[in-house]
């Protein structure tokens, strides 16, 4: 079985400031692990990924996550907020393995306020 | 090029209507799939279609029904659905399930639904 928990469904920070957006996971096979952000009225922009190899993923717009095996965590994470990052952020798992072959699992989501 | 093309962007129907979204890709990829996203939700799967084939029927109520015409395209068929059917509906779309880590979603901008 696999599944999301994102710690934290608001976030805000300042413009400037370090964002920092919990995930973790639970996966019985290996994981291939995502993040997505959603603007309003939009649909979900893949962000970054994490499939196989360095464990440490840039993604668009500065961001960035480490997969950390032993803490079964994903979290996102960007140097300098910006206004535009304001938006709602999904960690996603999936697998290439089992009865659930390429499903996605979405966390409950966190809503990023940027302020000025 | 990872566009999921999505239409109608906004649609607004009576209780005894009929209609349909329509989504299309033209990357190639083998599987598609429908979401309902509800406000402030994470996206809750619908459907997915594998090489053509539906695979996943998430219990949908049957006022919906999927449909496949060929590889680049999949449509929704919406009949007799409820005020609570009220939601944004997202397509995605992938390489197929057996594409390992490489199976990302890309996902379309969404038809946003209102049922009156």
């Known amino acids: 079985a696999q599944s999301v928990t994102q710690l934290g469904s608001h976030v805000s920070v300042s413009e400037g400031a370090l964002v920092l957006l919990r995930c973790n996971y639970s996966s019985s096979v290996p994981p291939y692990l995502f993040w997505y952000v959603q603007y309003p009225n939009q649909g979900l922009q893949l962000l970054l990924k994490y499939t196989t190899g360095a464990t440490l993923v840039k993604g668009i717009n500065g961001f960035e996550a480490e997969f950390k095996k032993s803490e079964t965590s994903f979290h996102l994470t960007k140097p300098s907020a910006h206004m535009s990052d304001a938006a709602e952020y999904f960690c996603?798992?999936?697998?290439?393995?089992?009865?659930?072959?390429?499903?996605?699992?979405f966390g409950r989501g966190t809503q990023l306020t940027v302020w000025p | 090029d990872t566009e999921v093309t999505q239409t109608p962007k906004h649609l607004v129907m009576g209780m005894t209507n009929k209609k349909s979204l329509k989504c299309e890709q033209h990357?190639?990829?083998?599987?598609m799939y429908w979401y309902k996203q509800k406000a402030k939700k994470p996206p809750e799967l619908m459907f997915v279609?594998?090489?053509?084939?539906?695979?996943i029927n998430e219990s949908v109520p049957s006022r919906f029904s999927p449909e496949c015409p060929n590889s680049s395209l999949l449509n929704l068929h919406l009949h007799a659905l409820q005020p609570e059917d009220s939601a944004l509906y997202l397509c995605a779309s992938s390489r197929g399930p057996a594409s390992g880590g490489e199976n990302i979603q890309y996902f379309g901008a969404g038809t946003r639904l209102s049922v009156l």
């Open positions: 279609y594998s090489y053509e084939k539906l695979s």
């Open positions: 996603a798992v999936s697998s290439d393995r089992g009865s659930t072959l390429g499903r996605l699992y």
């Open positions: 990357m190639g990829h083998r599987a």
